[in-house]
């Protein structure tokens, strides 16, 4: 009953104020935003773990060219190993992926056009997921803390809604969280950029991400060369009790299936190049799109179409989509 009389209450006062509505237009971008950024971690995810995958594939190739059985099983080990301790991206990275995912469905839920019992439901889970991976950021990087309370309070003006004032609410509650919204945006962007590296290939710097695929497309030659002319069988001859050891050279030991493998490995690891750069334009257009989200909202203006920011956002984001739709 306490609540229903708090709900009216806020109806009441909001009948009085001149808070102005958002134009349909304004909402729309709001949410586009949202959608388009909603699974945005799996364009940079994509990136490693494609380079992961080609690197278990290409360590298999390796593993086949050793000389003993005891050296390819270790080398099979190895390479188990490696797929079970490797982790996709370091805790920083991997928050911010996950708060930039999270945030865009608070602002998809903020410019739902119904209330309805499923909204709260998806709010109140939206809220404590945020609020959680915001503070596990903040321990992560304590020098650069990220704003905090922001899912809670989404999350809180999303449940108090109403059918008979959702526009006046959605105005104020979309004004007050889209700047917090910008202040994490801004930070973990600008993460995300440091962690994709140059747009220029980088063949120098062993601790970029442009590094890493320009040495796994290196090796990957390396391993199938191996394959190629150290896969081989002993022998062993005696005569007249001289014992002479030699090898069965394999002149044409790798099958079509190999090659085409091989070659689907380096069009594949090429791509994780083309879609990093991609990545790097789709952060930088979400930052820029961002911004002017937050300056359309804050203006007092009716947008005929989306602006040019979010146009672009869009293109950066369906080029990258298109590019891990052909990674094999």
């Not at 394999?250 to 070659?263: S, W």
Request: hydrophobic content about 40%; glycine content about 4%; charged content about 20%.
């Amino acid at each position: 009953m306490q609540r229903y009389k708090k709900l009216f209450c806020l109806a009441v006062l909001l009948s009085f104020t001149g808070c102005a509505t958002l134009t349909q237009s304004q909402l729309n971008e709001v949410n586009a935003f949202g959608k388009l950024t909603n699974s945005f971690s799996a364009y940079p995810g994509t990136i490693v773990a494609t380079c992961n995958r080609i690197h278990a594939q290409s360590e298999i190739y390796g593993a086949n060219s050793e000389s003993s059985p005891d050296l390819h099983v270790q080398a099979i080990l190895q390479i188990h190993d490696f797929i079970n301790k490797t982790n996709v991206y370091t805790p920083k990275i991997d928050l911010s992926l996950k708060i930039i995912n999270q945030y865009a469905q608070g602002l998809v839920l903020l410019t739902s056009s119904k209330h309805n019992l499923s909204l709260d439901t998806a709010a109140t889970k939206f809220g404590t997921n945020l609020d959680a991976l915001i503070t596990d950021y903040n321990k992560v990087e304590p020098k650069e803390k990220l704003p905090t309370g922001i899912g809670s309070a989404v999350a809180a003006v999303i449940t108090l809604g109403g059918d008979m004032y959702i526009r006046r609410k959605q105005a104020e509650d979309i004004k007050q969280v889209l700047p917090i919204g910008d202040q994490i945006i801004d930070k973990v962007t600008a993460n995300l950029l440091t962690f994709l590296g140059p747009t220029q290939p980088d063949t120098i710097n062993t601790k970029t991400l442009s590094y890493l695929i320009y040495e796994e497309r290196k090796s990957i030659i390396i391993h199938y060369q191996k394959y190629l002319e150290l896969n081989r069988d002993a022998i062993s001859l005696d005569n007249n009790k001289t014992k002479m050891d030699g090898y069965i050279i394999h002149r044409r030991f790798a099958t079509i299936a190999d090659d085409r493998n091989f070659l689907q490995m380096l069009q594949d690891i090429d791509s994780t190049e083309v879609l990093r750069v991609q990545c790097i334009q789709a952060v930088t257009s979400l930052r820029q799109c961002h911004a002017k989200l937050l300056k359309d909202i804050q203006q007092k203006i009716t947008l005929k179409e989306y602006a040019k920011e979010l146009q672009n956002y869009s293109a950066e984001v369906k080029t990258a989509y298109n590019t891990i739709k052909a990674i094999k």
